[in-house]
């Protein structure tokens, strides 16, 4: 079996990308809603975006270019990386950054080119050892903060451990030392009623990394033994930092990241991109997008709460985030960028209570969209307007066109 | 920076697509009607699928992901290998499959790596040597299976040489010995009023399989010289057996075909789907669909009549082909596939009489289905649909996301 990429259109490489970018003073806003495309409802046949009221969203999309972005190929359900980094212009074929990275990158934790990090859970084991709640009832961020504090008391000869609290039933592993590689397994088992596994070595050369995240495991369930909620853990997405192209060169723009969520700062971070801090929310992303609108020429404003809200299954708390969104987009349409967009990062419809391989509504407004047939902002009209259906990969390029920073192609 | 080609239509890799398949209990059913395409009558501006009524088919488009799928690419009319390649997520242009080597592992004919097979076909001859019927009349199996019989005493030293019958005017030929080579032209010249050709060497080491060919064509003349109807005999698509990965262990699903000719079992059998006999048809399809349903994963369920009748001209013929088999799909529904797939390996208008590159209507039916604008399965409604118009080779990632039978990609 062998890699084979069929190609149905080619965009744009990195290397042309960079010749074409020239310098301008326009502004690029990308709004990613996290998880925004969904699935109707069998009783109403109804979407959350089709039962949302977005009348300010829907104002735009007339004088919009919108369509339905694929984030990595058919059938494909894409994690926040791959999602993100495609919305960024990354093939995520070809740059597939670990969990572990993420979340360590996302919390300002210098990663340094020996280490490995991995994505730490709490979770709640029974008296047998077996899983009874994978997230450990998402117990408080104060008093995980103080388990993790304990679980650096933990001592590996040969390698030096940094045990970081992330956010509830979340914390980040980075293992420090010569020869460590990232080829380990997970320990998750994905599901309830089993142990936790050990971890395996996936490759050659990882074995004494398996043996010490083994270790490490061991030596932490002593120590949350007697813990309520979180006396157990689990370590997955074991990664390296990752060598990305960085954006701010490829594309010749100052970019910053306005996010509340950790993984989403870090990975536009690891893209080159300057984190803007900004934990209260959209109010204060706004005001953050305000304060610095003149040190940048490109905006990723991340909002969490569709995501959120569609992986609890909750439909109408889906709506609400949107409709939450839809309020202020008045306030980032009076900041006049030249290149407004809102995107999703994958779908996440409320009816699987998860993530989907679906396509996503997007929307690019400015001066030179040239409009489709859509007239709403949802999965079924997105269909019909000019963008079509189209890879994420291209959202890039389109914004740079339409912010007039590409030059001609050829003579 | 790196030259890449970002892709707008990445379909999966074989590497990722094993790497994502999961098992499930899901069961996936793709049902192919071959040629289903079709173009409008001038006078009536219809198609077959518009002039046809096909009530329990335009009954599920409301709830399925209906689009048009290019077999091969824009502008390319594909024969039925390539077009069946792409339904089953073969890169059909990476992997191409002589028409000798289907028609021999559609009869069971057990082919070895120093065979080399062909496709024969009887034709009839005027008293000068010039085809009058490319197909001998379509000469009765019983009497076409005596004529083979006879060729097969026919002796070329160094070559062993296996004749088999196939239907009508149809049989097979397979050489047997080192150094054989299937860069061999055919001697079908495609017209009537000329003779047949001889075969060629198409590359360095292919001479001496030439000479055997046209060796063993001399004397096959000589033997069915008094036969009133098949008094010639034409060869092509010479071909070795080719080396395709196994389609149950790249997607992880027990495979069955189910199809009554055997160009379609055997090409089934190539990618290593267990062909369930049902000689009778589409009644005898759904008889062992029924009997087998709890053997399998996936189902591959051949439907014919579409394409003969298209292949013919007879535009009446193939609405009623088409009707037949909407008659039939309450009983597919009743078994309750997790994923119901209406596809076509490629277009066969009747207008045309012939295979055409145009793309195929395509249904997916799911819980997962989101719904586009289409409401008939025709033509220019699914244009409509929420897959719009898309690359064949994304059926099967689709078919394995919708049941449920992929992971996520990435964290």
Redesign the interface.
């Known amino acids: 079996?062998?890699?084979?990429?069929?190609?149905?259109?080619?965009?744009?490489?990195?290397?042309l990308a960079?010749r074409l970018a020239q310098s301008n003073t326009t502004k690029i806003v990308l709004c990613v809603l996290d998880g925004l495309g969904g699935?109707?409802r069998p009783e109403t046949?109804r979407?959350e975006l089709e039962q949302s009221d977005t009348p300010n969203i829907d104002k735009l999309v007339g004088g919009s270019e919108v369509g339905l972005s694929?984030p990595?190929?058919?059938?494909?359900?894409?994690?926040?990386?791959?999602?993100h980094l495609a919305l960024f212009?990354y093939?995520?074929?070809?740059y597939?950054?670990?969990?572990g990275v993420?979340e360590a990158v996302g919390i300002d934790f210098d990663l340094g080119p020996n280490d490995v990090a991995a994505?730490g859970n709490f979770c709640t084991l029974d008296t047998d050892g077996r899983i009874i709640d994978r997230r450990a009832g998402r117990v408080a961020t104060e008093i995980s903060a103080k388990i993790v504090e304990r679980l650096r008391d933990i001592r590996i000869p040969g390698v030096e451990i940094f045990v970081e609290p992330v956010r509830e039933h979340r914390f980040v592993l980075v293992l420090r030392g010569e020869g460590l590689d990232d080829h380990v397994s997970t320990t998750d088992p994905q599901v309830v009623g089993v142990p936790p596994l050990d971890a395996l070595a996936l490759a050659r050369g990882a074995d004494r990394t398996a043996d010490v995240v083994n270790e490490f495991v061991l030596k932490a369930r002593e120590i949350v033994a007697s813990e309520p909620q979180a006396n157990g853990l689990m370590l997955r997405?074991f990664a390296k930092y990752p060598d990305l192209?960085q954006f701010p060169?490829?594309w010749k723009v100052r970019a910053a990241a306005l996010a509340v969520y950790p993984m989403y700062r870090g990975l536009a971070k690891l893209a080159g991109m300057e984190s803007l801090p900004c934990p209260g929310g959209i109010e204060d992303q706004l005001r953050v997008l305000r304060e610095r609108w003149d040190d940048f020429d490109y905006f990723f404003v991340h909002y969490k709460y569709t995501d959120a809200a569609g992986e609890d299954g909750d439909f109408e708390r889906k709506c609400h985030a949107v409709q939450e969104f839809d309020r202020h987009v008045p306030e980032f349409l009076g900041l006049e960028p030249d290149v407004f967009m809102i995107a999703g990062d994958h779908s996440t419809?409320s009816?699987?209570a998860a993530?989907?391989?679906?396509?996503v509504p997007f929307l690019l407004h400015s001066r030179y969209a040239r409009r489709g047939n859509a007239t709403h902002f949802t999965?079924?009209e997105c269909?019909?307007g000019s963008l079509?259906?189209?890879?994420a990969?291209?959202i890039m390029p389109l914004a740079m066109a339409h912010a007039m920073r590409f030059q001609k192609y050829g003579a």
């Not at 079996?1 to 290397?15: G, H, I, K, P, Y």
């Not at 597939?96 to 969990?99: E, F, L, M």
Request: proline content about 11%; cysteine-free; glycine content about 14%.
């Open positions: 079996m062998e890699r084979r990429a069929s190609v149905r259109w080619v965009s744009v490489d990195f290397e960079n699935l109707a046949l979407s694929v990595v190929g058919a059938g494909i359900t894409p994690g926040s990386g791959p999602g212009g093939d995520p074929y070809r597939d950054i670990g969990r993420l994505r997405g192209p060169q490829i419809p009816l699987m993530h989907s391989w679906h396509p999965e079924v269909l019909k079509g259906t189209f890879p990969v291209d």
